[in-house]
């Protein structure tokens, strides 16, 4: 069962220092990609920070990146690397984040990061229905990313770390800033994170807190994990709650404007609610909101595909060039229920860097999916898809807005 994306990228000449990232418009895959996969899939650009790198296209060569250890995620905020953009955390976090190892805190993590925990399923199914309940109260128009992606994901993140609901739009505020891709630091990042720090700090002791802040909390008490401050297990809460929000909602609401502006798909699932799963896989493998590409430093002198990488510079893996590459998904720009590799995409990573949570997306996105086409299956946008504002300066290719409106909204637990 498939339907078609319609997007066909012209060519691009010449073999000049191309600037990186390229368009930050979701609603289409930037011009340069395919003549760039097919004709130079290792190619050199110039980064936000001014910096020189490798930009790798192609599905092949973007794997050997993701699952070669001489290239390294870590090493890519070391001091005097070449750079994406200016780091937003601070580098004593960074330094920080290093020491926070350990068999408790991993088994802690994951154990969070389990859509299976008891309770998770049935509290997303209660918050997205709750969501889309206030959607249904005010009425059309409604900015679907603002509304209920964020807040969704949001309210997720706090279930995960055990704090209080109440907490996240405080740390919600912060994201605007903490995911800016600038040259030169940000000012305003370092407030954020450091008010963000000190609240965390204070929930570690909070008696009403629970879930993974509970159980980082109680490693305090381990000799194992004497050299851990206050402030490196709060660490792990505020990274936690950013990057998880942020990829969630921002995965949730570009995965909305594929299907939104692809009615044959919101349809069909619409119809047939078995394809969500199936339907969730191809949205991630189509999805555009990695706008940046996934940084690696090279520890070594690397061959990769026609280009010498030299060690210590930088590789940066562009995931909707290996997602679209046809030498991996046979006519990438279908979107294809049936297609049998879907999951091979690199929308959650690779490598040893592969996402923990990918479980845990895939459910917080299907439930989410589900509620929408539940009680509000006419939903469409409420604007041409020209006039959504796309932002830019941000690590997350992502609408400023995402206005929507409907008909005939039904009521839980009405016939589909």
Not at 147 to 171: D, K, N, T, V
């Amino acid at each position: 069962m498939t339907t078609t994306t319609n997007s066909r990228p012209p060519a691009v000449g010449g073999h000049d220092l191309l600037d990186f990232p390229f368009s930050r418009d979701g609603s289409r895959l930037p011009d340069e990609l395919a003549q760039l996969r097919a004709a130079t899939p290792v190619r050199r650009v110039r980064t936000i920070a001014g910096d020189e790198a490798w930009l790798v296209s192609s599905y092949r060569l973007c794997k050997q990146v993701l699952t070669d250890d001489r290239f390294s995620l870590k090493d890519t905020s070391a001091p005097g690397a070449p750079r994406q953009y200016a780091l937003t955390i601070p580098p004593e976090v960074v330094n920080n984040m290093g020491n926070i190892t350990g068999a408790g805190l991993r088994r802690a993590v994951m154990k969070a990061l389990n859509p299976k925990t008891p309770g998770l399923v049935q509290w997303l199914r209660q918050e997205a229905g709750r969501l889309v309940d206030r959607l249904v109260e005010d009425g059309p128009t409604a900015d679907l990313r603002g509304a209920f992606c964020e807040p969704y994901s949001a309210g997720l993140h706090c279930r995960i770390l055990g704090i209080p609901q109440s907490e996240g739009p405080a740390f919600l505020r912060s994201l605007d800033i903490a995911f800016m891709n600038s040259a030169c630091p940000i000012a305003g990042a370092k407030v954020n994170w450091d008010r963000d720090i000190a609240r965390m700090t204070v929930l570690l002791d909070d008696p009403s807190t629970a879930g993974l802040m509970a159980e980082l909390a109680a490693l305090r008490d381990d000799p194992d994990y004497a050299h851990l401050s206050d402030e490196m297990l709060a660490t792990v809460g505020v990274t936690m709650f950013g990057a998880g929000t942020v990829s969630t909602s921002g995965f949730l609401t570009m995965a909305l404007v594929h299907l939104l502006t692809h009615r044959t798909t919101w349809d069909l699932l619409r119809e047939r609610r078995d394809l969500v799963d199936a339907g969730v896989e191809e949205l991630l493998r189509v999805n555009l909101s990695i706008g940046d590409a996934l940084p690696r430093l090279a520890l070594a002198d690397v061959r990769l595909g026609d280009v010498d990488v030299k060690r210590g510079e930088l590789v940066l893996v562009l995931v909707e060039g290996a997602n679209f590459d046809p030498e991996a998904f046979p006519d990438p720009h279908r979107f294809d229920l049936d297609r049998a590799n879907a999951a091979d995409h690199f929308s959650f990573g690779g490598g040893s860097h592969y996402c923990p949570a990918t479980a845990l997306g895939r459910v917080h996105a299907r439930i989410a999916l589900e509620a929408l086409l539940d009680r509000l299956p006419d939903l469409e946008l409420a604007v041409p898809v020209s006039q959504l504002v796309w932002r830019t300066g941000f690590m997350k290719r992502i609408p400023e807005r995402l206005p929507v409106m409907w008909q005939e909204p039904r009521s839980p637990g009405s016939a589909r």
